[in-house]
């Protein structure tokens, strides 16, 4: 069995002990450095320079003696949302996305134009320029691309590797926003991507600053947050999808099952112009019945494809091929979780 050089192996145990696992570095690696290239001890520079670039790390710092990691360049980070008891170490998924964002800013050609610093202005102009039958995730995409501001899918990044549902980080002159929370539903990826909107439409974030959102999950879903920024950014973004920043529902039979649920939530939705799984759950969060919130959501989005596909979807439409080269594609591909085909 092919075993990676002394000095690779030295490397690989820094970055596993810094927060960067071994499945997610092999992951980071192209495909050409096989098992015979990781046994070369002298490919090990080549390899660790990869490394080092995919993680945002200084190369020299990987080849002392002593291999240690030192960040290339220092940000601020907010951590936002983070629940209790339940804090996850974000260092390996923020690197990779920090990583990727900063590729995709770079390779941006639409100019950055400032979002609406009004939440009702801001659902006027997404309806008003990309038309539908509400406020949904495809139109919100749309819109935020139109800004000049990338929206990324951040794919799982190697076994065990906890992931922040959202991110805003400043760079290369532009906000980019990055998505990674682990749901399917088209209705949760919208809340946390108006969530992470409002974040830069109220000037949350700094040049050159990342913001990251630990957890919108079911314990802290719009507006029961202690820091302020979130509880103003839960607002905005329910003010985005809603019409009004106060929008709750409720249904009039106590023991509602999630057909009854999602043929409500329709039937007031599309004349309010409000993505029905949004409402189906916002009734889950007012209500705390989850499962019949999230079964009536799944109902709403039928046979869809999965939100993370949409999202990447309406990535890969910016950007050619060409634009990056091999390495850097396969290298956004991996990090996206698309095929060559989507990545087209």
Known sequence: ?????????????????AGFPRDLQRLL?????????????????????ILAKRLGLRPSSLFSKTPHIEA???????????IPNRSKDLTAATAVAVNVAETIAAACR????????DAQSLRLDVLTGFPGHWLGLRNLLMYCWAHGVPVIHLAEVGQGVAKMDGMVIQTNGRPVIVLSKNADLWAWQLFVLAHEVAHIALGHIEPDEILIDEELGKESYAME?????????DAFAIAVLNGRPDATYRVSTEHVNAPTLAKAAFEHGKPQKIDPG?????????????????AAAKILQGDQPSAAAVINDALWRQFAPSDFSDDTLEFLRGATGTSATDAR
Request: glycine share 4%; with cysteine; net charge negative.
């Open 72 to 82: 290339l360049r220092c940000r601020n980070t907010k951590y936002k949302r983070s």
């Open 225 to 233: 947050d202690p820091d302020a920024d979130e509880r103003a950014a």
């Open 29 to 49: 690696l192209p495909e050409w450095v096989t098992p015979e290239v990781l046994s070369d001890e002298e490919a090990s520079a080549e390899v660790a320079t």
């Open 110 to 117: 639409i100019p950055f134009s400032p979002f609406p610093i």
């Open 1 to 17: 069995m092919t075993v990676p050089s002394n000095r690779l192996n030295t490397i690989f145990g820094s970055l596993e002990a």
């Open 278 to 294: 949004h409402i189906a759950l916002n009734f889950a969060h007012r209500t705390g019945n989850w499962p019949v919130g999230v």
